[in-house]
């Protein structure tokens, strides 16, 4: 069985703070993405990599960044966290050999 | 780019079939792909179409037609743990493995 795993469920922080969301997958998977998901506006890709150093924008990084320095583990960073940066942040992860991709159970950020 | 549509919301009779519709418009297209997700989990994996036509998977299938830029999820035999949102999710050409999802369709099955 895939496992993603992050690193908390629910988070709270105040404005200007940096905030790191952790990412792990356990499946040796070459893929791995940030996603945020907001009512009304659905699941919206900020940042992937697929490979270790790699990283590709998605359509909103503005204001976030990223790392991948292992292969099993993608941290985002909220270098200044903001209010509107308040949402679910989930993680996934997936194979180059298959498609799917395969999601953590989400970081609650809220923002103060 | 490319604008994902899907219905927001369905409501369907435990033990009834429902069809949720999602249609596209991409520059290049190199998958199709439907998640379920509860409330408060995370999406998880139901179906993937590449070429045109039905997949079946228990009560579960997929529908694609690539030139009509349009695909179905279709729920057989609806239990209320149905009761969730479905997301359409597009895999573009040259997206290297990234996903564009639609905005999802909540489906609330009833007694």
């Known amino acids: 069985d895939v496992k993603v795993t992050q690193s908390s469920r629910y988070l709270v922080k105040r404005t200007g703070e940096k905030v790191f969301l952790e990412c792990v997958q356990d499946m040796d998977h070459e893929n791995m993405f940030w996603y945020r998901q907001d009512p009304g506006l659905g699941l919206r890709l900020i940042y992937f990599s697929y490979d270790v150093k790699m990283k590709e924008k998605g359509d909103i990084p503005e204001g976030y960044s990223v790392s991948r320095e292992k292969k099993e583990r993608f941290s985002l960073i909220l270098e200044s966290a903001s209010t509107n940066q308040t949402s679910m942040y989930l993680c996934?992860?997936?194979?180059?050999?298959?498609?799917?991709?395969?999601f953590g159970p989400g970081t609650r950020l809220l923002v103060l | 780019g490319q604008n994902i549509d899907q219905p927001t919301e369905m409501t369907a009779t435990e033990g009834a079939i429902v069809q949720i519709n999602c249609t596209y418009q991409?520059?290049?297209?190199?998958?199709l792909f439907w998640y379920q997700q509860h409330a408060g989990e995370a999406p998880t994996f139901l179906s993937y179409?590449?070429?045109?036509g039905l997949e079946e998977k228990g009560r579960f299938s997929s529908f694609l037609s690539r030139s009509k830029g349009y695909s179905y999820l279709l729920l057989k035999e609806l239990q209320m743990k149905d009761s969730a949102s479905y997301l359409c999710a597009v895999r573009p050409l040259n997206s290297g493995y990234a996903l564009n999802f639609g905005k999802g369709t909540s489906l609330l099955v009833t007694p």
């Open positions: 179409n590449v070429l045109d």
């Open positions: 991409t520059s290049g297209f190199n998958g």
């Open positions: 996934a992860s997936s194979s180059s050999s298959q498609e799917t991709q395969y």
